[in-house]
């Protein structure tokens, strides 16, 4: 079952017949869940619902490390909302130094806190990395990261850069930018990440892949992003689709999978 690992339903639209259809049109492409990732603790509450709405909603809690403008998340608060059952990871953190260059110190320790209170509520983690990789993996490995987990949400490095990030424990998940064409070091990262440890997502409303390219982005879409990274890795793309399920809910261990169908009874003499 394909799995869209990261996506901001509300940022799509907060409307709950426009969720209601976009759920709609993902499954209709064999999408069969979804993580809808919170930015900031206004919005938190918001994504929580969706996942009380939906069976096939999970969520997250955490603030975006561009977001400047917020109240500052502290670890008892962000870990005793990352506590609540219908929230199985924390994030998305992480370090943005091509939107955040002013503000680099306050990204570290905001980076710092959401790592402490993963830990503290033994989740894994869903981290933003952009233009900032080797703070990134820096605070990571002080922090200790490895003991819950997590994933390189978009990843658009080199795969060395990737072999970091999995050297910490970590998975590393494409978006349709892999879908572009002058996007090579990434795809051949999309190529060489072990198959038990790789992701695929939207990160929609942002980056539709190739053919919507330009076009606001939406769940459904994650077909086109697993369909291209299984052509890359020369699988079939049932198969990429069912390693990308196990791999989601072998990670994100309180996300809620489908009841598997129960092998047929036999009866007894
Ligand atoms: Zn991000
Ligand atoms: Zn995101």
Partial sequence: MLVDSHCHLD??????????ALLQEAAAVGVGH???????????PVVRGLAAR???????????????????????ALAELAADPLIVAVGETGLDYHYGADHIAL??????????????????LIVHMRDATDDTLRILDEERA??????MHCFTEDWPTAQRALDLGFHVSFSGIVTFKSAEPIREAA?????????????????????????????A?????????????????????????????????????PRLIPAQTVASP
């Avoid at 490895?146 to 994933?151: A, R």
């Avoid at 060489?192 to 539709?208: H, I, K, N």
């Avoid at 086109?224 to 793309?237: E, N, T, Y």
């Fill in 34 to 44: 979804f993580l809808c990732v919170s930015v900031s603790l206004a919005n938190a």
């Fill in 191 to 219: 190529r060489q990440v072990p198959a038990e440890r790789l992701l695929v997502e939207t990160d929609a409303p942002y980056l539709a892949p190739v053919p919507h390219r330009g076009k606001q982005n939406q769940p």
């Fill in 146 to 151: 490895s003991e819950v987990g997590g994933v």
């Fill in 221 to 257: 879409y994650v077909r086109q992003v697993a369909d291209c990274v299984a052509a890359l890795r020369g699988m079939a793309p049932a198969e990429l689709d069912a390693q990308v399920g196990r791999n989601f809910f072998a990670l994100f261990r309180t996300a809620r999978a």
């Fill in 107 to 124: 990204q570290q320790t905001r980076f710092r806190t959401h790592i402490r209170a993963a830990r503290e509520v033994c989740k894994p």
């Fill in 11 to 20: 940022l799509i639209d907060p409307s709950l017949e426009r969720v209601d």
């Fill in 54 to 76: 939906y069976e096939n909603v999970s969520a997250s809690v955490g603030v975006h490390p561009n977001h400047v403008d917020q109240a500052e998340p502290q670890v008892a």
